[in-house]
């Protein structure tokens, strides 16, 4: 009995010493689920001794960390609330890093014939038109936001779904657009999550092409869902990092952020980006190269 | 030479705060009980026996008045170490969940005896209640009788001048209660240790040749020699 | 999903293999769920025992608040911590959002009104009895106290296995304050949700399965340990 105290007291102990150095990375669950930091960060770590915590949350919620000064550095995929965000001086600066694409993907008999339309605001007004149904992740994301803007851009009528909230600085707008009609569904998932949602009901949804490729696909419950849209410039997916601004939380690391920052836009890195391969196929297409 | 061992002084305690008691507050002038005494506390139930023997035995503080044992006063500071000289027969037997041995052996645990002595008293203590081969039972296996026994050894084993028993012998076999009797008279006559223990029976106090206090409604009624 | 066959296999393989990233997981889990619930053993027990032998009326307003309690979401302790613990809050100079620490300091929080009423039970069987005679054979305060532990023994075990198990199952606050950090804070539980997030259920399915398995076998252990009191 005795020795089980010791030992326990033991283990507790041992979480409380570790001076190490650890630069937090907030980024997006796609990018993290697609393995790419796991296969570059050993490198960073390696030739700077600084560890990275990467803290996988949505582009929303790791933009909220950011202002809140609980992340170090960013890496999302959302440019207007990225300008948005520097603008009101959270960040430093916005550094393009990488970039792919999202895809419309939809079922393959394609109700509302929108194969072949190369723009993907025009592809949702056919959908709308149509009635057919589509999936939303409506989670905040930078797929979300994507989706979003592409709404904006397909002219249909939106409503928004509101929500105010009392902050520090008086009150601000939670606002999802989405358009009208009970075809729409809004599920508050994460992608893999939602493309195997629109696959069991057989329905339209945007996605970044590297979750698509590696999503496993079940043959025997349903028939996968097959990219209906893809190449037009709204789908265009550009990936940044930004570090935190230290006149606003002075704690940041942000040596440290500045050096990741020139460290994954070095000609090196990027290569390392642009060699990754998932499934055989490549995800990222690095910036700076 | 003073050779009061107990001594109680205007003692007053109140039921109040105690939910299942109807009894009337327990008040004692005075109260001397002296070394070598065998005295038996007797009064219908609820006139205040037990709380008089646990005020005894420390267990519980008077609202007001002073206790003193072996003419020592009883202060915060003094309680645990003077209690050790009252050990009490409490009216319910609880057993530990050990066995019979370890539970005679716990109050010379609890004093810090070196274990070859727990040893020795323990087995004397077991053989004075004539319980030696149940040593390495269980606490459960034992009847009624046997367990108030064992409740028995467990205070005889701290070997103090001083022993208060509530209703030691209430409802046991005859067995049982001649061979708790026979202890009693024992240390009494032969080591001249001071005995306080409450009862329903006159004969009881016949057999052990005791003085008489009888509690009535909390008051003392009289003092007989 | 019909594919429970393939997740137990999975499972199997997991196990087997002693996968890193699994043990890594799995060695998160249990830490975290050891250190809580010791902590709020040892805090809960002597708090219970002097809830235990008061006026039952005290107790009884205690009981009730603390049933109240433990009807709270997993996620609004979560985000209560995190509050507290962010940057911006009371307690953020100490860096403890998104580390193990911060993890437990929720899972204490969740799980102290659990067995501290568990241990208020536990104990308020022959409290007075046993305190009373311990007392008249001698002990003194402490003596008191850890005799009054040892009879309780049995049913306060159970409250730290309900404790630990309640814990290592637990994902709201664990996902909340620590981030799901692969190398850092990732659990059992927080690989589970992630994994049916990004659509692979059946590997969700197995790690699920392995978290059965470790509590199993420290389920085991516990009986073992309650076995040899005897």
Known sequence: ?289 | MNNTVIRLDNISYSYTEDYNSNVHDLVIDHLEIKKGEMLAIMGSNGAGKSTLLEIMGLLCSPKKGDVYINQLRVEANNRSDLRRQVPVLLQSTYLFSTTIFENIALGLRFRKVPEMEIHSRVNRALSIVELTPHANKQYFELSGGEKRRVDLARVLVLETDILLLDEPTTGLDDKSRAIIEDVITELNQKKCHTIVFTTHSHDQVKTLSSNVLRLHNGYILNNEQ | ?230
């Open chain 3, 1 to 230: 999903m019909e594919n429970f066959n393939l997740a137990f296999l999975n499972a199997l393989h997991l196990l087997v293999s002693l996968d890193s990233e699994i043990l890594q997981y799995a060695w998160r889990s249990v830490y975290i769920a050891l250190i809580s619930t010791t902590l709020v053993i040892v805090v809960t027990l002597p708090m219970g025992i002097l809830i235990a032998e008061n006026n039952f009326r005290f107790k009884r307003a205690i009981i009730i608040v603390l049933n109240t309690l433990m009807s709270l979401p997993t996620v609004l302790i979560g985000l209560v911590v995190y509050s507290f613990i962010g940057r911006m809050g009371i307690f953020g100079s100490f860096k403890l959002l998104f580390t193990i620490p911060g993890i437990i300091i929720g899972e204490v929080i969740l799980i102290f009104p659990l067995v501290l009423s568990l241990v208020i039970a536990a104990l308020s069987r022959d409290n007075t009895q046993i305190t009373k005679t311990a007392k008249a054979l001698g002990a003194s305060q402490l003596q008191t106290f850890l005799i009054l532990i040892k009879e309780s023994r049995y049913a306060i075990l159970s409250s730290i296995i309900a404790a630990f198990g309640r814990v290592i199952g637990e994902v709201g606050i664990a996902t909340i304050i620590g981030g799901n950090a692969e190398k850092y804070t990732r659990t059992l539980t927080t690989s589970i949700v992630l994994n049916i997030n990004m659509g692979y259920f059946d590997y969700a399915l197995a790690i699920g399965i392995v978290l059965l398995t470790l509590s199993l076998i420290v389920n085991l252990f516990m009986q073992l340990l309650q076995g040899s009191k005897r």
């Open chain 1, 1 to 289: 009995m005795k020795l089980l105290i010791i030992i326990v007291c033991l283990l507790a102990s041992s979480q409380l010493f570790s001076s190490q150095q650890v630069l937090i990375l907030a980024t997006t669950t796609s990018t993290e689920n697609s393995g790419l930091l796991r296969h570059i960060h050993g490198d960073f770590e390696k030739s700077t001794d600084i560890k990275i915590k990467v803290i996988p949350k949505g582009t929303g919620a790791s933009m909220q960390l950011g202002r809140d000064g609980n992340a170090d550095i960013l890496l999302v995929h959302a440019p207007d609330q990225e300008r948005e965000f520097i603008l009101n001086g959270y960040g430093d600066k916005r550094v393009e890093v990488m970039h792919n694409d999202f895809v419309i993907i939809g079922p393959s008999d394609d109700p509302a014939n929108v194969k072949g339309e190369k723009f993907a605001a025009k592809v949702l007004a056919k959908i709308a038109k149509e009635g057919a149904t589509f999936i939303s992740r409506g989670d905040n994301s930078g797929t979300h936001m994507k989706e979003q803007k592409l709404w904006h851009l397909s002219k249909m009528k939106l409503i928004s779904k509101a929500k105010e909230i009392i902050t520090a600085k008086g009150k601000k707008e939670i606002k999802f657009m989405r358009p009208v009609g009970g075809w729409y569904r809004s599920i508050g998932r994460g992608m893999g999550a939602t493309i195997h949602y629109a696959t069991e009901v057989q329905a339209y949804t945007l996605t970044d092409r590297g979750t698509y490729y590696a999503y496993h696909h079940d043959t025997k419950r349903s028939k996968p869902l097959v990219i209906l849209s893809e190449g037009g410039s709204d789908l265009f997916n550009q990936y940044s990092v930004i570090a935190i601004n230290p006149s606003k939380h002075p704690h940041v690391q942000y040596s440290a952020a500045k050096k990741y920052v020139a460290w994954i836009t070095s000609p090196r890195i990027q290569k390392k980006i642009a060699l990754y391969k998932k499934n055989g196929k490549t995800l990222f297409y690095p910036d700076v190269l």
